[in-house]
C-alpha cells in the first residue's frame, strides 16, 4: 500500500457489495475525519454505512486507525466495534446512509511532518477497516496533513496546511464565529479546526471584504441561536454551509 498514491476521490466510495444483507459505503456514504491533525490530538472519526438488502440485516465489524508517514510510521487504532445495519426499505437498497459508527483516535505524538528527498503528497491517513462474515474486508482510507494544536494563534497556519494556500491579502476567516465559542464548544464543535475555515479577502477597499461583512456574518449567527435553542452539532454545522453562498470572499 503506498500512502503517495492515495487519493480522496478513489477512497471514499466503495463499489458496493452485492450479497442479501451485505453493507455498503456507496452514494453518500462517507468516512469522515479531520484533514489536519497534530501530535496528541483525540480525532473524531465516524464512518456512514449503508444495506445492499431490502430485507435483511448486515453484521460488520469496524476498526479505525492511522498510521503516519514519518520516520518509524506510527500508528494507532480503535476498538473494534460490531454492529447491525437494518435493512434498507428504499428500492433500490443501498442508496440510504442507516447507521454512523463514531469513536476516537489518539494521534501519536510521534506522528510529524515526514522528512526525506521525495516529497509525499500528504502526510500520513486514517483508515477504517469493515469485516462481514463471508465477505471481503474492505479498507479504506483518507489522507491527513500534520499541523498545529487548533488554537486561534495557528488558526491560519492550518488552514495553509489544509489549502496549500496563504495570500496576505486574504483572511482566516473562522466560519463558526468566535464570539461564539463557548456555545459551539458545548455542542461538541472545535471551531479552531482548519475544516471550519476559509479564506476571505482583506484586501483594503473591497466592498466586499471580511472586515466590511462580518458585522453582517456574525448577525447571522445571533439570529440562528435567536430560533434555535441548545442546536446540536448537525444543525450547526448546516448552518453554516448555507451562509457560504451569500458572501463574496475572493479579491
Known amino acids: ?35 489536519v ?36 510510521r506510527p500508528g494507532a487504532e480503535s476498538s473494534a466495534q460490531t454492529i447491525v445495519i437494518p435493512p434498507d426499505p428504499s428500492r433500490p437498497a443501498g442508496g440510504s446512509q442507516l447507521t454512523r459508527v ?8 510521534a506522528c510529524t511532518k515526514p522528512t526525506g528527498p521525495i516529497p509525499l503528497s500528504q502526510d500520513g491517513y486514517f483508515w477504517v477497516k ?3 462474515t463471508g465477505m471481503p474486508d474492505q479498507l479504506k482510507m483518507v489522507p491527513i496533513w500534520v499541523g498545529k494544536p487548533f488554537t486561534a494563534a495557528n488558526f491560519r497556519e492550518n488552514l495553509a496546511t489544509l489549502t496549500k494556500q496563504n495570500n496576505p491579502d486574504y483572511q482566516a476567516h473562522h466560519q463558526l464565529p468566535q464570539m461564539y465559542r463557548a456555545t459551539f464548544e458545548q455542542a461538541g464543535l472545535v471551531i479552531d479546526d482548519p ?23 456574525n448577525a447571522k449567527w445571533e439570529q440562528f441561536f435567536a430560533t434555535t435553542a441548545s442546536p446540536s452539532q448537525d444543525e450547526i454545522l448546516t448552518y453554516m454551509k448555507s451562509l457560504v453562498g451569500l458572501y463574496v470572499y475572493t479579491c
Do not use: D, E
Not at 471550519?196 to 453582517?216: D, E, F, I, M, R
Open 195 to 217: 475544516r471550519y475555515g476559509l479564506w476571505w479577502c482583506s484586501k483594503a477597499g473591497v466592498p466586499t471584504n471580511h472586515s466590511s461583512q462580518a458585522a453582517n456574518y
Open 37 to 72: 491533525v497534530y501530535p496528541g490530538l483525540i480525532a473524531p472519526v465516524s464512518v456512514g454505512l449503508g444495506n445492499n438488502s431490502n430485507a435483511s440485516a448486515a453484521t460488520v465489524t469496524i476498526t479505525f486507525g492511522i498510521l503516519c508517514n514519518s520516520p518509524g
Open 102 to 109: 463514531a469513536t476516537t483516535v489518539a494521534v501519536p505524538t
Open 1 to 35: 500500500m503506498t500512502a503517495a498514491l492515495i487519493t480522496v476521490s478513489s477512497l471514499l466510495v466503495a463499489t458496493p457489495a452485492q450479497a442479501a444483507g451485505s453493507f455498503s459505503l456507496n452514494n453518500g456514504h462517507f468516512f469522515v475525519a479531520p484533514s
Open 130 to 132: 469493515m469485516t462481514q
